[in-house]
């Protein structure tokens, strides 16, 4: 297993598009792999390919206080949603910045497994925003884009000062 380098906000690569998976073949096994151990030494709760720059339909979260949860959505789409939550979300691509979000209280997403085979699963509460939070992520959204235009602007100028500080 390797940690991968997460895209930090602005990055222009974190607007891609992500493409279906065809195969899910022993590449895509090291990649979730990589991407569990580089979500749990961040220390966050959600991963989507995207943000490790590879864009294709995966994400991963794992919302268990033992991190001993981890579940694997391949291709995932959402199929129901209902209701209307905000939440305070966070992002392993935007760190230290918080802020509120208003998402579909509960939903359903199907999605491929590991195995290849699909699945549905129902979910609420942080389990199903963090589902709707990495899924952005594959359509090329970031969860500031939820913030009005000025907390955007002050988000990514802070983002790129501290990008200048550390080179």
Known sequence: MAKLDILR???PRLY???????I????????????????YAAPGIGLAATQVDRHIQLIIVDTSENQNDLRVFINPELI???GDAEREEGC????????KVHRAERIRVRAQGLDGK???LDADGLLGLCIQHEMDHLLGKVFVQYLSPLKQTRIRNK???RLRETM
């Open 80 to 82: 129901f949603s209902e």
């Open 16 to 22: 891609t598009r992500a493409k279906r998976v065809g």
């Open 9 to 11: 906000y602005p990055d």
């Open 159 to 161: 983002m790129k000062k």
């Open 118 to 120: 699909t699945f549905e």
């Open 92 to 99: 392993l691509s935007v760190p230290g910045i918080y802020d």
């Open 24 to 39: 899910i073949d022993e590449r895509i096994q090291r990649l979730v792999a990589d991407m569990a151990e580089t979500m």
